[in-house]
């Protein structure tokens, strides 16, 4: 059972352009929203995360857009970079116990020139 | 100066071998985790460990276990590895159940053969 679905599975924006992947999850009971960045043949590395008590978090060029009601968050990559190209994760918890992470299925970002 | 190191990087094995990957992290960090990515980047939590209680994620096979000899190590051992358990293994760790402090290691890419 997948608890947080992402989409797109893939994405090619050009440089300058903004990307955007977007999440949705059903447990109510989540409270915090990370977003990881994989490049190939590295772990994934924590990018930017929010907790639903705000709708947005910006971070650079990195913003996450979070719709409590509508149970979906976004990121947001403004003036995209061929460095940004990697595999970007969401993930949702909700802290009790193990705070196990429940990543999405991942989106591969390519920026091209 | 590696936070969390994971060896071997890379791991051929014959199927029914048993083999174990380790994981160190010197961050002082007081729970570990193991995370499996399959061929379609889905990453999948296995085990949360830390010096009072390991939870295991009831889809995993009882093939695969935990030891931890120290709060810094958390090595992964599999029995009678199958075809199906190639992928790449992440060892990961957090302050207490602190998941806004994951540090993810590189990886081990496991293939069965």
């Known amino acids: 059972q997948q608890q947080v679905k992402q989409s797109p599975q893939s994405l090619i924006v050009q440089k300058g352009g903004i990307s955007i992947i977007n999440c949705a999850y059903e447990?109510?009971?989540?409270?915090?929203f990370p977003w990881y960045q994989q490049f190939p043949g590295k772990g994934p590395a924590l990018l930017i995360a929010?907790?639903?008590?705000?709708s947005e978090k910006k971070e650079g060029r990195f913003t996450i857009s979070f719709n409590k009601s509508a149970k979906q968050f976004s990121l947001h990559i403004m003036d995209s970079q061929p460095g940004d190209s990697a595999t970007y994760f969401c993930?949702?918890?909700?802290?009790?116990?193990?705070?196990?992470?429940?990543f999405g299925t991942g989106t591969r970002l390519t920026v091209i020139p | 100066d590696t936070a969390v190191s994971q060896t071997p990087k890379y791991l051929v094995t014959q199927m029914g071998n048993d083999k174990s990957i380790k994981c160190e992290q010197n961050l002082g960090h007081d729970t570990m985790y193991w995370y499996k990515q399959d061929s379609k980047k889905f990453l999948k939590i296995m085990f949360s460990?830390?010096?009072?209680?390991?939870?295991i994620n009831e889809t995993v096979p009882n093939r695969f276990s935990p030891k931890s000899p120290d709060k810094a190590h958390l090595n992964l051992h599999i029995n009678s590895l199958e075809l199906g358990d190639s992928a790449v293994y992440f060892c990961?760790?957090?302050?207490?159940?602190?998941?806004?402090?994951?540090?993810f290691g590189s990886g081990t890419r496991l293939t069965v053969v």
């Open positions: 990961a760790s957090s302050q207490e159940w602190a998941v806004y402090g994951y540090t």
């Open positions: 993930a949702a918890t909700d802290q009790t116990g193990a705070n196990n992470l429940f």
């Open positions: 447990n109510t009971a989540f409270d915090y």
């Open positions: 460990y830390n010096n009072k209680e390991l939870i």
């Open positions: 929010i907790r639903p008590d705000v």
